[in-house]
Structures are given as structure tokens and as C-alpha cells.
């Protein structure tokens, strides 16, 4: 008698999970992926949105034809969540399983920083990099300010990555000169995990572009044409560019299934939770390093844990003894302008201190990432 799995969540990780397993189960086993809506687009295309080189919506994957690859998909909303019974409630309909995997990510609090909604332009959704491009279509002088609300956020490099586009953009304007570029953030360093020789990488990058950063700043309120920090400094802004506070879906923490840093504690090598057969990956895990650190949350990793887990959960269906393990190992294309992008590899798991390898920007970089993006959307959508 087959097995039934249940991802809940058809992004990065949920999509490479079920790809996984129904490449390794026979027929008789159900793999069902749910997901609030049709329709998946990779996070790294907003940014392209942003910049005017892509069109919103554009080359969406459809998870609707996802049973055409025998994997079966329920759209809805997750309504709660039962990690003891592996028992889901998505609307009205009632999904039992012998596996669960959540793969939900993170959801965005604006709400949480105060003005944000009035007057910043969300950089993490597709809307608000659509807007920012309009407003970059109009702008001819003035101070663009880019603001990191809080800790933790998936994909780390993605406002610096937006700062290099917005500089590339304005100087093909003619406009850069008339124009300053300040990055205000939380962190200590970019790349913060990785230490600062890594960090000072990229600032090298910021300083080469004349954008001005502004590390260890605690965003206080956001007011019309001004960034108030915590530290008492101000920011002046004619567009305000933001990454938005970073939380769980609500539905994990009414499930009990996070603990007070706001995630579902994980087996950092397996994504075990607590619960018998219940998985967490992605951005909504609370995956960390043997120095308590919290992993960055970024598409490549979420698609390693996914397939670690799918794995174990194949070896386990079979009758064998689960073995792999997640080895904490990503790497991120970030685009730096010019057509030019720097590939950033890392070994979160390494010892002493995570490791890194930082590749100059070129264009075989920025090619290397639109095949990245290309060869997954083929695997799980045609």
C-alpha cells in the first residue's frame, strides 16, 4: 500500500522536494503539493521587474499542471495545521498524509515598521519592484535610500544587488551624478554570517559605485521623506526603497509548530521537527549552525534541504534507514550591473567559521544565473 506526502508550500523548495520524490517513488505513493495560488515565479526575477529587463507576470510556472507529472496540486489557504495527526485543513477540505514537509517561507510584516506602508516601496514583491521601476523611469535628481527593517531576510545580497542595478540604470540615464545611493541596514557587515573579509567584498563593490552605506542602523519610523533610526540618525529620501520585517505565516505559529525565535526549530542536518515524520525547509525553518547562528534563507538552500529530505523520505517509504544529510552548502548569483554578475558560494557548516569563495563579476556570471533560473523552471514545470 503506497504512502502519501504532503508538501505544503509550491515554492523553491516545495517544488524541489516534489520533484525529488516523484522521481524516486513508484505510482502507488500520492505526492501533493498545496499553494495559495496557480501561479510560481523565482524570486530573483523581481528584481529584473525592478529594473525594467523582465515584465511583471512574465513566464510564470504553473502549478496546475503539475499533476501532469503525477504530482497532485490543492490551491487554497492552509487554515491550520495539526503536526501531531500529519493532518492539514486548506479551506474546507481535510488532508491527512504519512509524511508532512512545510516549506511555507516567510511572510512579509510591513506593518511592523511604522510609515512603512505609506511611504516606502516593498522591494520583495513583484508589485513593489514594478513600482520602483516607474519611479526610476521619472526620477532626475535627489536621494534614493535602500532599507533593510530587520533581521533575519532571505536572500542577503538582494539590496545591494537592487543598489547596483539602480546605479547601472541611472548611469545609462546620464542622471547618476545627480543622484546618491545610501543603503541604511541592520547589519553589522553585508554578508554578515560569513564574516567580515567576506563583507568587506562587497562594501569594496559599494564604495567602486559611490553607494553610501550606512551599517548598524535600526530602522525607528519611517515619516514622509525621512528614515528615523534608533540611533537617532536621520536618512533623507526622495524614494524609499524597502525590505520589509520577515516573519512565519501566521498558521505555523497557531500550530505550535515555532519556538521563540519566531521558526520551526530543525534538525539542522536532516529538517527533522519534533514531530514524527514532520519536516521543515526553507525559509520558514529555523535551520542553524553549530555556533547557533541562523543559515541565511535563500532559494538554493531551501532546494538542497528539500532534496535531502525527500531522500530520507524515499529511503524510509522503501523500507531503508534514512541517511542523508543537508550540508549546508549554497551559492547566489548577484548582479552588479553592466550585465555583469559575481557568483557568491558558501559552506555554512564549515569548521571553524562558514566558508566562502567569492567570484569577480562577469558576464558568464549573469549567464550562469539566468540558466540557473531556466533549467529549474523545465524541470518542474514541463
Known amino acids: ?37 496557480p501561479l510560481f515565479l523565482m524570486g ?4 529584473w521587474v525592478m529594473n525594467g529587463t523582465r515584465a511583471a507576470g512574465e513566464k510564470p510556472g504553473n502549478r496546475t499542471l503539475l499533476p501532469h507529472r503525477g504530482i497532485d496540486f490543492v490551491e487554497g489557504e492552509i487554515a491550520s495545521i495539526d503536526p501531531e495527526r500529519k493532518a492539514v485543513r486548506v479551506g474546507k477540505q481535510n488532508l491527512s498524509c504519512d509524511y508532512l514537509i512545510i516549506a511555507l517561507g516567510a511572510d512579509y510584516s510591513a506593518a511592523s515598521t511604522l510609515g512603512f506602508g505609506q511611504y516606502a516601496k516593498n522591494l520583495y514583491i513583484e508589485s ?24 533575519p531576510f532571505k536572500c542577503p545580497p538582494a539590496p545591494y544587488e537592487a543598489a547596483f542595478l539602480i546605479d547601472d540604470l541611472l548611469r545609462t540615464k546620464g542622471i547618476r551624478g545627480q543622484v546618491s545611493i545610501n543603503i541604511v541596514t ?23 559605485k559611490k553607494i553610501e552605506y550606512h551599517p548598524s542602523e535600526r530602522v525607528s519610523s519611517i515619516r514622509p521623506g525621512m528614515v528615523l533610526t534608533e540611533s537617532g540618525k536621520q536618512f533623507s529620501h526622495n524614494l524609499l526603497i524597502a525590505v520589509p520585517k520577515h516573519v512565519a505565516p501566521t498558521v505555523l505559529s497557531k500550530s505550535g509548530l515555532v519556538d521563540e525565535s519566531g521558526w520551526i526549530p530543525v534538525n539542522p542536518r536532516t529538517l527533522a521537527t519534533k514531530h514524527a515524520s514532520v519536516y521543515a525547509i526553507g525559509d520558514c525553518a529555523g535551520t542553524r549552525n553549530s555556533k547557533g547562528q541562523l543559515i541565511p534563507r535563500a532559494g538554493t538552500l531551501a532546494e538542497e534541504q528539500g532534496k535531502v529530505v525527500a531522500a530520507n523520505v ?19 548569483f548577484m548582479e552588479t550591473g553592466g550585465g555583469r554578475a559575481a557568483a557568491v558560494r558558501a559552506n555554512f557548516y564549515a569548521e571553524p567559521a562558514p566558508t566562502w569563495e567569492f567570484t569577480a563579476p562577469s558576464e558568464d556570471g549573469l549567464t550562469e544565473k539566468r540558466r540557473f533560473l531556466e533549467e529549474r523552471m523545465k524541470a518542474w514545470f514541463t
Open 44 to 47: 530573483l526575477t523581481k528584481l
Open 128 to 151: 513593489g519592484c514594478a513600482a520602483i521601476r516607474d519611479d526610476l523611469h521619472s526620477f532626475t535628481s535627489g536621494s534614493i535610500t535602500i532599507l533593510v527593517c530587520d533581521l
Open 186 to 208: 541592520p547589519e553589522p557587515h553585508p554578508l554578515t554570517i560569513l564574516g567580515a573579509e567576506a563583507g568587506k567584498r562587497l562594501t569594496a563593490l559599494l564604495s567602486e
Open 1 to 37: 500500500m503506497g504512502k502519501h506526502v504532503l508538501v505544503l508550500g509550491g515554492g523553491f523548495g516545495g517544488l524541489a522536494t516534489a520533484d525529488a520524490l516523484r522521481k524516486g517513488l513508484g505510482p502507488e505513493n500520492k505526492i501533493t503539493v498545496v499553494d495559495k495560488q
Open 314 to 332: 524515499i529511503t524510509a517509504i522503501c523500507g531503508g534507514e534514512p541517511t542523508q544529510q543537508f550540508q549546508g552548502k549554497g551559492v547566489c
